[in-house]
């Protein structure tokens, strides 16, 4: 409680040889923080043309980060964030301005870059961050977040984004008239998602699993960028070597549970693996009732003994185990904000609920208790949920934000992947698959139409 929710960011900050750049975070009192040391934007000097750049972060940060981190913060509209750093940078004489967002898009045809129709317009921040910002404010943006590719023009703005992960690269090229000292939008040029890989299947010029997994006969050819042969750097390997050796080691500790079926992870529908989760957490708690988000769970549970590895995968997030007494109706309205967002189908223990089959904010329809029985409308129930959401995240804030210190419990040390293991040594050092019927899905009369953010 006594610790600065910001202390490791600050560490971090402090530590690193290059700035951490974001213009619309602010603090409380609408300064930049001081601790970043820079207002959002820098000026670096390349082949003796000053470039501006300015950070962004995405307006959704309290609700997919743990909200507690950033209490003390304020995030700004991005457009007039980056309107107002990108005249100060061209005031400061950058000649090139360069927005870098932690806010993307998605489009869903790479071929030709000048082609924005696959782009959806509708559901990413930095459409609307394009749209306000006056012609010629920037030169060029690298968008993030969505892990969706990006290689577009959008009016004579380039902007990348790639699939996250390290998996994959961009590169724009802007050319600067060197009489006017700007730049030349007619020569600009993409090249969007350029694979990171040490060789790729000769035809498809990809080592993607998932596009090379129909392909017949794959040939394998070292990979190359800009002509030459893309090779480990050794001074990193050396440098990572003894980390990864350590972490290699923690992967494979057994962890004295297996697991007695394969359960996959569903974001978009119940799971067993969401059930076994929030069975879990009901009983660590000792609560009526248990509610995982679709979000924290990560990856599959295989079948056979579990290592420390795999379970992160499922769990990589600290979250720990809290518990909420809620009303009958304060459990309603913290269902119908769970369900209600764009955030998946969450796991329910003690509890049935009826869905919409379509995502959106009328989609929590009813709960009762297992077997149909009713709430008690004049009823208290203890609900244990990862401390992630009792900080309001995924959407659920405005029913958690209003709740007294009385009635929330934090059950500080008790982070879900032990949770997860604890349970399993208690019921014969295994997981089994809980049976499902938990989720009542109500047939949609007309197809799904993806609600708007």
């Known amino acids: 409680p006594d610790e600065d929710p910001l202390g490791a960011l600050k560490a971090r900050v402090a530590q690193a040889k290059f700035p951490f750049l974001s213009a619309n975070v602010r603090e409380k009192d609408g300064r930049h923080p001081a601790w970043l040391g820079n207002d959002g934007t820098t000026v670096v000097t390349v082949k003796g043309v000053k470039v501006g750049l300015l950070g962004l972060s995405t307006l959704s940060t309290p609700q997919t980060t743990n909200p507690a981190n950033v209490a003390s913060l304020r995030f700004q509209s991005l457009a007039d964030a980056a309107r107002e750093a990108a005249t100060s940078l061209r005031e400061q004489g950058a000649e090139v301005v360069v927005a870098i967002a932690h806010a993307g898009g998605k489009c869903t045809d790479l071929a030709n870059p000048r082609d924005t129709s696959g782009c959806e317009r509708d559901d990413g921040e930095i459409y609307a961050v394009l749209d306000a910002l006056p012609k010629g404010a920037v030169d060029a943006v690298v968008a993030g977040h969505t892990h969706q590719p990006m290689g577009h023009f959008f009016g004579d703005v380039p902007v990348i984004e790639t699939t996250g992960l390290a998996r994959s690269f961009g590169v724009v090229d802007l050319f600067v008239d060197p009489v006017t000292h700007r730049v030349l939008p007619g020569r600009t040029r993409i090249q969007a998602a350029i694979p990171v890989c040490g060789a790729v299947e000769a035809t498809l010029k990809t080592c993607d699993p998932l596009k090379l997994r129909d392909a017949k006969d794959v040939r394998l050819v070292p990979a190359t960028f800009l002509g030459q042969p893309v090779t480990p750097d050794a001074r990193v390997e050396a440098l990572v070597a003894p980390a ?60 056979g003994p579990l290592t420390f590895g795999k379970l992160y995968e499922i769990l990589p997030f600290d979250n720990t185990l809290a518990v909420l007494d809620l009303s009958a109706d304060e459990l309603r309205r913290f269902l119908s904000l ?63 934000s209003t709740l007294p210190q009385e009635r929330i419990n934090l059950l500080q040390g008790q982070d879900l992947r032990e949770v997860l293991i604890a349970y399993g040594r208690a019921h ?26």
Not at 358 to 382: D, I, M, N, S
């Open 244 to 303: 990864e050796a350590r972490v290699e080691e923690e992967q494979r500790r057994p962890v004295g549970v297996e697991s007695q079926s394969r359960m996959p992870q569903v974001y978009e529908g119940e799971s067993a693996l969401g059930n076994v989760i929030a069975d879990a957490m009901r009983e660590a708690a000792r609560s009526d009732a248990a509610v995982m988000n679709a979000g924290g769970i990560r990856a599959d549970l295989p079948q």
């Open 338 to 400: 769970a369900y209600g967002g764009r955030k998946g189908v969450f796991a329910v223990s003690g509890l049935e609920v009826t869905l919409g089959a379509c995502p959106g904010p009328e989609r929590f329809q009813g709960v009762t208790l297992p077997g149909g029985k009713p709430l008690k409308a004049k009823g208290t129930y203890r609900v244990a949920v990862p401390d992630f959401l009792l900080r309001g995240g995924d959407g659920v804030g405005p029913l958690t």
């Open 428 to 453: 014969g050092n295994a997981l089994k698959p809980p049976a499902l019927g938990r989720v009542h899905m109500v047939k949609a009369a007309e197809p799904c139409v993806d609600p708007k953010p």
